[in-house]
């Protein structure tokens, strides 16, 4: 009787299935996730004022950026797996992994095949943060923090995705909110919807700040927000999480957990960082005029 508690999972990955091609869900919630960062980058550059060609150029940039990135960290840190060859040696000691992406270094090119981790997704909007304060002459969280604000339809629709296609699976569980993913025989964790529910926390705080605190106002307040309670929910996610690698099995912690880590103090410092500075009026985008601005400005 208790069974009827649980909730029976068994979604089709595609949206249309045909003899020649197919549409899937999870390509689909992905360039959902992008529109939903354009249009937030459009929204809070309008809010403060900004051209809309601004947010046009720090989106492409963060474009590429979260997805070499993400995909850059799925093949250095999830791609690991036992061998039983003969070991590699490195530095004195006996490694009896193997790396697909360093056995195949093309790979790491190859961004229509394998996955992009969250932690490279995060890391490149960081680097694209610094990349338009170098062509806007502004300070780096400007565009950082309007990114990561967007950066969350991308999480969003990338969870949404994981869970129709039974991905990142939590451990089993006797909680009524249990899944039965696919034609598993036992319920377990829903840990997608517990990461989603993280983000929806994180946004809807750091949205409150922007548009009642004037949170755009310092440097990397709101990355630090959503970053500090992201990572740190995540680390605690981890604990009800299935391995995502057969080496994970006898690890203390898992590889969200050591990658999260780092990011996370890193989060609180820059948190703790901002609100001492206070409100800073030098976080802001100067907007140059056009050149038929300039022109009618001689006149």
Not at 82 to 92: C, Q
Request: aromatic letters at 18%; glycine letters at 8%.
């Amino acid at each position: 009787m208790t069974n009827l508690l649980y909730i029976t999972w068994d979604v089709s990955p595609f949206i249309y299935e045909g003899e020649h091609f197919a549409i899937g869900w999870y390509g689909t919630l992905w360039t959902l996730g992008l529109i939903g960062m354009l249009v937030t980058l459009l929204v809070t550059f309008k809010h403060d004022g900004v051209p809309s060609q601004y947010a046009l150029i720090t989106f492409m940039v963060s474009l590429v950026c979260v997805i070499f990135f993400g995909h850059m960290f799925q093949g250095l840190f999830y791609e690991w797996y036992y061998t039983a060859d003969e070991p590699v040696h490195f530095l004195g000691t006996e490694w009896h992994y193997r790396n697909h992406y360093f056995e195949h270094p093309w790979k790491f090119f190859d961004f229509a095949h394998g996955g992009f981790a969250s932690h490279g997704c995060v890391a490149g909007v960081l680097i694209a943060g610094w990349i338009c304060a170098q062509i806007f002459k502004c300070d780096m969280w400007y565009a950082t923090d309007r990114s990561m604000m967007g950066l969350f339809w991308v999480a969003v629709a990338v969870r949404i995705g994981n869970l129709i296609n039974n991905e990142i699976c939590g451990i089993e569980t006797t909680l009524p909110w249990g899944f039965y993913f696919g034609e598993e025989t036992v319920p377990r964790h829903p840990s997608q919807i517990y990461e989603l529910l993280s983000y929806l926390l994180a946004m809807s705080i750091a949205w409150w700040l922007f548009l009642k605190r004037d949170g755009g106002q310092y440097k990397g307040l709101l990355s630090a927000v959503i970053m500090t309670i992201v990572l740190l929910l995540r680390i605690m996610i981890e604990f009800v999480k299935m391995p995502q690698m057969e080496i994970e099995q006898d690890w203390i912690l898992m590889m969200g957990q050591w990658l999260s880590i780092p990011f996370a103090v890193y989060a609180i410092w820059l948190l703790f960082r901002s609100l001492e500075q206070g409100k800073q009026a030098n976080v802001t985008l100067s907007v140059q005029p056009t050149r038929a601005e300039r022109r009618r400005m001689k006149k």
